[in-house]
C-alpha cells in the first residue's frame, strides 16, 4: 500500500515504534503512563531544501533508516489508521545502525 502524504523539502515520515508496555522489571504499564516514543523507521523522505545557491541539498537520512527524534519534535499525523510524525531533518538526533 503507497503512503498518500508526501513529504516536502528538508522533512521526513516516521513511523514510531510502539511504546514500552512494561518496566524493565516486569510491572505493566496503563496507557496514560507510557512515554511518547522517540524512535521510528523512516518510511518517506523529502528531495531535501534548497542551499543559498539554489542547489537542492540532499537528506542524510533515508527511507528503511532507524532514527532517534526528541520527545517533543515534529508533528503528530495520523493516515489511513497509521501514526506517523513528520519530521524536518535537523529535529532527527541520531541514526540507529
Known amino acids: 500500500m503507497a503512503l498518500k502524504l ?4 528538508d522533512r521526513v515520515i516516521v513511523k514510531q515504534t510502539e511504546a514500552e508496555e512494561k518496566t524493565a522489571s516486569g510491572i505493566y504499564l496503563p496507557d496514560a503512563a507510557k512515554e511518547k516514543p522517540t524512535k521510528g523507521k523512516v518510511i518517506a523522505a523529502g528531495p531535501g531544501k534548497f ?24 508533528t503528530d499525523v495520523e493516515v489511513d489508521g497509521q ?3 513528520i519530521l524536518r531533518e535537523s529535529d532527527i538526533l541520531g541514526v540507529l545502525e
Open 6 to 9: 508526501k513529504p516536502l523539502a
Open 51 to 74: 542551499d543559498d545557491n539554489g542547489k537542492r541539498m540532499e537528506l542524510a537520512v533515508s527511507v528503511g533508516d532507524t532514527v532517534y527524534y526528541g520527545k517533543y519534535a515534529g
Open 83 to 85: 501514526k506517523l510524525v
